[in-house]
């Protein structure tokens, strides 16, 4: 990916979380501040009218600059969690105009590091993170084992996807969904499923 997929796949993110801004939404009124699409869709609002102020910066430009828009747009936690995500990855893009899976894996962990650091949460908390790291254990394990392209982008997906339904299985450990204790079981976390339509939208610009 070089700097203009990066800003394209930026494009195509926001307008997922706009189509799907109803969908997290309803995710959130079942067991948190029931606001989770409509604040992404803020934040990402904001990047689409700033994002041709980034054409021709470095991926890291390009990411740190997201960062800020998120923090300052988005309410609740959502907004500093993802904030500090695009911020740690936009770290090791610094100054690279294009990104090999080298630099990818090194994003996708600085970013799950910060969301961690930031959160204070740990994967099993019923949160983004439920998503996010075993699609970089997918991820990871596929690029030492050479996966051919087709194959390592299935794996990961699969373990997106797994690890949005996973937490309908467990009880939350964070947030207002924490104060619903066992309630909270049976109900997906609207976090883990703004991260896998994330991860996907990025995959799918990838496969183009």
């Known amino acids: 990916m070089d700097n203009n997929n990066l800003v394209k796949t930026i494009n195509s993110i926001a307008k997922v ?3 799907n801004r109803a969908y997290l939404t309803d995710l959130d009124q079942a067991i948190g501040d029931g606001d989770h699409g ?13 994002i041709e102020d980034l054409n021709d910066k470095d991926c890291g430009n390009i990411l740190s600059t997201i960062a800020m828009i998120l923090i300052s747009k988005v309410g ?5 969690l993802y904030g500090t995500a695009f911020m740690r990855a936009g770290q090791i893009a610094k100054g690279k105009y294009s990104l090999n899976n080298e ?12 969301i961690i650091s930031r959160g204070k949460a740990s994967r099993g908390d019923k949160t983004m993170l439920d998503t996010l790291i075993p699609a970089y254990e997918a991820y990871k394990a596929g690029v030492e084992d050479n996966l051919d392209k087709e194959n390592l982008i299935q794996n990961i997906l699969v373990a997106a ?3 949005v339904d996973y937490t309908k299985t467990v009880a939350a ?3 207002r969904a924490n104060y619903l204790g066992d309630r909270s079981i049976g109900h997906q976390d609207p976090g883990a499923t703004s991260s896998y339509l994330i991860i996907k939208t990025i995959i ?4 183009d």
């Open 17 to 19: 979380i706009k189509e």
């Open 38 to 50: 409509i604040n992404l869709d803020r934040g990402f609002s904001a990047i689409v009218d700033k």
């Open 76 to 80: 609740g936690a959502s907004g500093p």
């Open 103 to 114: 630099d990818g894996l090194a994003m996708f962990d600085a970013a799950i590091s910060g």
């Open 161 to 163: 996807k797994n690890g």
């Open 173 to 175: 450990k964070k947030g």
């Open 204 to 207: 799918d610009n990838l496969a």
